[in-house]
């Protein structure tokens, strides 16, 4: 069904014929062909944006093609009007003018507009054009601007992202953290750890994890009746949680702590529990991220007081995906945190002790396989 406002295109059975002609002609211009195929189209009901996607063309073309033919008739739109047979030619210089614009922000230049649209950098273009000396833009339409920039690849509509690598110190960093594991990796193959005092631990913050009511009861999956889990689509949340964890990288046992907040207070309470987990005498390191609660006055002033007790290998900036524990997040979000719901946060403080328990009871010991042949400890 058609959407456009448009009015319909009557055809004589001349006139059709003469189109269906023309389409499928191997000698006629090929400016008719396309027109005698646009108008096909819209004559079977095809909206404007279809039909110039079917024949690989742009919709103010298809638009000015059939204004054409309502206006003067089917056959007289095959043909250019008088007048309108040449038109001005772009020079390259030109086109590159209106890139340079293109690769401006629009807000630089005056607009509210964060990206360009089409129809405001047309409108600016035609405004600005006479005083840069391009009167051949004056009337530049989108089909001619998008055929610019599009053999120039250039799309100021869209936005991509990227992720600007600020630690000058990445690779070192990253060395760093990867001979820590390869370390691991060779003491725990040996049988037995007998003598070993020391452990290593991949520590990290998971913050944001929500607590989310049902509203009307949920139906559990019935035999003829219901094959999946039913939810009503309304829920109400009840605020979030953040789960402070550290893992063994030698037992693959999960050290939890479940707060409100991820603060210097909270991290120097894990720390708390970290040191009573371990014998007095031993080593804990722990790989983390440069969060600011690691390296807070609080935190440093907590640390002096178990002097020798731990050590911190940071990651570099950006490179979360280096900390192992990021592994056990994405299991437990896999897991028994997959479509929670509860009727209080203390109920999803108690479900996330309960699966993180589950887990250790059968734990698994992670294991860091990337760039790791590369490295030689020394």
Known sequence: MRTTQKPKLILSSTELNKLKTISRSQTAAHREVMRAKILLKYVEGLPLTSIARDLNTNRPLVDRCINKAIAYGALTALKDLPGRGVKPVITDDAKSWVLSIACQSPRELGYAHETWTYSLLKQHIRAHCHKAGYEMLSKIDKGVLNKILSQANIKPHKVSYYLEKRD?????????VLQVYKEIALINEIPQDEGRKATTLSYDEKPGIQAIKNIAPQLQPTVGKYPT??????????????????????????????????????FIEFLTEVDKQYPGDWKIRMVLDNHSSHVSKETKAWLLNKPGRFEFVFTPKHGSWLNMIEMFFSKMARSFLRHI?????????????????????????????YKMDDLIII
């Open 168 to 176: 000058p110190d990445f690779e070192v960093k990253m060395a760093h």
């Open 229 to 266: 889990l039913q939810r009503d689509h309304e829920y109400k949340r009840l605020g979030t949680v953040s789960l402070l964890a550290g893992i063994d990288l030698h037992t693959g046992k999960v050290i939890p702590l479940v707060r409100d907040r991820h603060r210097s207070r909270e």
């Open 341 to 369: 719901r509860v009727d209080s946060k203390k109920e999803l403080i108690e479900r996330i002790y309960q699966g993180i328990s589950a887990i250790n009871e059968e734990p698994v010991v992670f294991k860091w396989k």
